[in-house]
């Protein structure tokens, strides 16, 4: 009886293992991630995506991680500029382990030898820059702290993809002098703007007077013709008019006596200082005759 119960209790305990070793046994790795087993403490093989059989209790997975890219925003780093300027720097890693082996036995901990060598190779980069460079060549020390990085993180398993610096604070006093100078750079724009719009203007108002001028004289050059043109429209209908008339006087044959009674008429006029007109006879050998008429006429008014 005790027999079967301790054989139970041995059975129990086997099962148990048996299901414990069985999980244990059952490795099961995502997409893009990867592990490093050891047997005995000792390097075995890498194992990639799937599911994947072990020994149990002396297999074991070391180091599970994934081979995606990573991205790594280190705590801001004091350096100084060859000027003796001291600014901070804030930068942001991008990486991706590439041989799982290096990466598991080439550091103790790659991700805090990669921050230390971002913040050493900082330093050493902008102690050669003044600030006014150090500044401004941003993408070119983006550049060179990239290709350090990559080539020192080879022996790590780990490919550095770049390294952006996000900010870089200069001192406070740096800070209000390139305010001041932003401000001024305003202002100067500010003031060459209203230069530029107040020349502009000018030209504008120049370019209107100038076509206000041309357009007043083209008006009146075009008033003077119409004028020389109406008094030349009139001279000409004047003149036809007279010679219609003198052709009309010409072609009607008139008595004599009326004509000669007119032109006594026209020159009595002309003795009182109104006369505007001269009618002169067709016959201008009648003339003389006209005359002495007139003239006797004259006479007897004077006389009274």
């Given at each position: 009886?005790?027999?079967?119960?301790?054989?139970?209790?041995?059975?129990?305990?086997?099962?148990i293992?048996?299901?414990?070793?069985?999980?244990k046994?059952?490795?099961?790795?995502?997409?893009?991630?990867?592990?490093?087993?050891?047997?005995?403490?000792?390097?075995?093989?890498?194992?990639?995506?799937?599911?994947?059989?072990?020994?149990?209790?002396?297999?074991?997975?070391?180091?599970?991680?994934?081979?995606?890219e990573?991205?790594?925003?280190f705590?801001?780093?004091?350096?100084?500029?060859?000027?003796?300027?001291?600014?901070?720097?804030?930068?942001?890693?991008?990486?991706?382990?590439?041989?799982?082996?290096?990466?598991?036995?080439?550091?103790?901990?790659?991700?805090?030898?990669i921050?230390?060598?971002?913040?050493?190779t900082?330093?050493?980069?902008?102690?050669?820059?003044?600030?006014?460079?150090?500044?401004?060549?941003?993408?070119?020390?983006?550049?060179?702290?990239?290709?350090?990085?990559?080539?020192?993180s080879?022996?790590?398993g780990?490919?550095?993809?770049?390294?952006?610096i996000?900010?870089?604070t200069?001192?406070?006093?740096?800070?209000?002098?390139?305010i001041?100078?932003?401000?001024?750079?305003?202002?100067?724009?500010?003031?060459?703007?209203e230069?530029?719009?107040i020349?502009?203007?000018?030209?504008?108002?120049?370019?209107?007077?100038?076509e206000?001028?041309?357009?007043?004289?083209?008006?009146?050059?075009?008033?003077?013709?119409?004028?020389?043109?109406?008094?030349?429209?009139?001279?000409?209908?004047?003149?036809?008019?007279?010679?219609?008339?003198?052709?009309?006087?010409?072609?009607?044959?008139?008595?004599?006596?009326?004509?000669?009674?007119?032109?006594?008429?026209?020159?009595?006029?002309?003795?009182?200082?109104?006369?505007?007109?001269?009618?002169?006879?067709?016959?201008?050998?009648?003339?003389?005759?006209?005359?002495?008429?007139?003239?006797?006429?004259?006479?007897?008014?004077?006389?009274?």
């Amino acid at each position: 009886m005790i027999l079967a119960i301790v054989l139970g209790v041995i059975g129990a305990i086997v099962l148990i293992i048996g299901i414990i070793a069985l999980f244990k046994s059952i490795v099961i790795i995502p997409e893009t991630s990867f592990a490093i087993i050891q047997r005995l403490g000792k390097f075995n093989r890498i194992i990639e995506r799937g599911i994947h059989l072990i020994i149990p209790f002396i297999d074991k997975v070391a180091v599970k991680d994934n081979s995606k890219e990573k991205v790594f925003d280190f705590p801001a780093q004091s350096v100084i500029t060859r000027d003796n300027a001291t600014i901070k720097v804030d930068t942001v890693v991008y990486l991706k382990i590439v041989d799982p082996k290096l990466y598991a036995y080439g550091a103790e901990r790659p991700i805090v030898a990669i921050e230390m060598l971002t913040a050493t190779t900082l330093r050493n980069l902008f102690g050669e820059l003044e600030l006014d460079e150090s500044l401004t060549s941003r993408e070119i020390i983006n550049a060179k702290l990239t290709r350090i990085l990559d080539e020192a993180s080879d022996n790590w398993g780990i490919k550095v993809n770049r390294v952006e610096i996000q900010n870089i604070t200069p001192p406070k006093e740096v800070q209000e002098a390139m305010i001041r100078q932003m401000q001024a750079e305003r202002d100067k724009r500010a003031r060459i703007l209203e230069a530029e719009g107040i020349k502009q203007s000018l030209v504008l108002k120049a370019l209107g007077e100038k076509e206000s001028t041309i357009l007043s004289a083209e008006a009146k050059k075009r008033q003077i013709v119409l004028d020389a043109e109406a008094k030349k429209e009139k001279f000409v209908l004047e003149a036809q008019g007279q010679k219609q008339a003198i052709d009309m006087i010409n072609s009607a044959n008139l008595n004599p006596n009326y004509l000669q009674y007119k032109a006594i008429e026209q020159i009595k006029e002309l003795a009182n200082g109104k006369a505007t007109k001269i009618i002169i006879p067709p016959n201008l050998a009648e003339v003389s005759k006209v005359i002495a008429t007139g003239s006797e006429i004259f006479e007897s008014t004077k006389d009274k």
